[in-house]
Every structure is written in structure tokens, then in C-alpha cells.
């Protein structure tokens, strides 16, 4: 069974730090581009980082650049997304993707393959 589970998510003040994490199971990440994207209460999903399957090409959102980074790990079958200097319009509901197409995160549109069922970030103090 083809499954992407996310954890790491949690309350934290403004300022701080969170990693999330993305543990695929049933299929290898290897050849998968991967990637997060986030849904605030009323707003659409919305893009926020992805890396290709090599991890030599990123993206991301411009309001998190120089604040939030994702990694992979192929051995591990995991992804990360490594965010700072939280702020409390990072609030939302964070999932994890994968797509064996990197155009598809080109895109920013939420319409990748797999998905995970999503971590709650909320930041507030």
C-alpha cells in the first residue's frame, strides 16, 4: 500500500523552529520528485517547496525563501522541510507530495500523485 506520512508538526511561538518529516512506504522516493505545500483555514492549498528526485533542483514559495528548507533522504525514504523564523501566517495544515514529474511542482499546482495526510503547524504565542 502506497502511503506518505507526515510528522513533526506541533504549536511553536513566533520565531521558532519546526523539521517535518515525510516517511514514504509502499514505493521507493528514489526516482519521485518531492515536495510540501499548505492549507490555511479559508485559503486554497498552496505551493511551498520541492526538491527533483536527484536534489539538485529546488523551489519555493518567496515568502518562506531563507526561511524554510527541504532535504531528502533516498536511503530513508524521506523528505524534510526544515522551517525558521516561524511566523504566525505560517499557520496551517502541512502535506507532503510526490511525483515522479517535476514539472508537476513547477506548476505550484496541488495536483502531484501521492500524498500525505497532513501535519497541523500552528504558531502563536
Known amino acids: 500500500q502506497v502511503q506518505l506520512v507526515e510528522s513533526g508538526g506541533g504549536l511553536v511561538q513566533p520565531g521558532g523552529s519546526l523539521r517535518l518529516s515525510c516517511a514514504a512506504s509502499?514505493?521507493?522516493?528514489?526516482?519521485?520528485?518531492v515536495g510540501w505545500f499548505r492549507k490555511a483555514p479559508g485559503k486554497e492549498r498552496e505551493f511551498v517547496a520541492a526538491?527533483?528526485?536527484?536534489?539538485?533542483?529546488?523551489y519555493y514559495l518567496d515568502s518562506v525563501k531563507g526561511r524554510f528548507t527541504i532535504s531528502r533522504d533516498n536511503s530513508l525514504n524521506t523528505m524534510y522541510l526544515q522551517m525558521t523564523n516561524l511566523k504566525p501566517e505560517d499557520t496551517a495544515v502541512y502535506y507532503c507530495?510526490?511525483?515522479?514529474?517535476?514539472?508537476?511542482?513547477?506548476?505550484?499546482?496541488?495536483?502531484?500523485?501521492?500524498w500525505g495526510q497532513g501535519t497541523q503547524v500552528t504558531v502563536s504565542s
Open positions: 509502499g514505493f521507493s522516493l528514489d526516482y519521485y520528485s
Open positions: 526538491i527533483s528526485w536527484s536534489g539538485q533542483t529546488n
Open positions: 507530495a510526490a511525483d515522479p514529474r517535476l514539472w508537476v511542482f513547477e506548476t505550484r499546482k496541488p495536483i502531484s500523485e501521492y
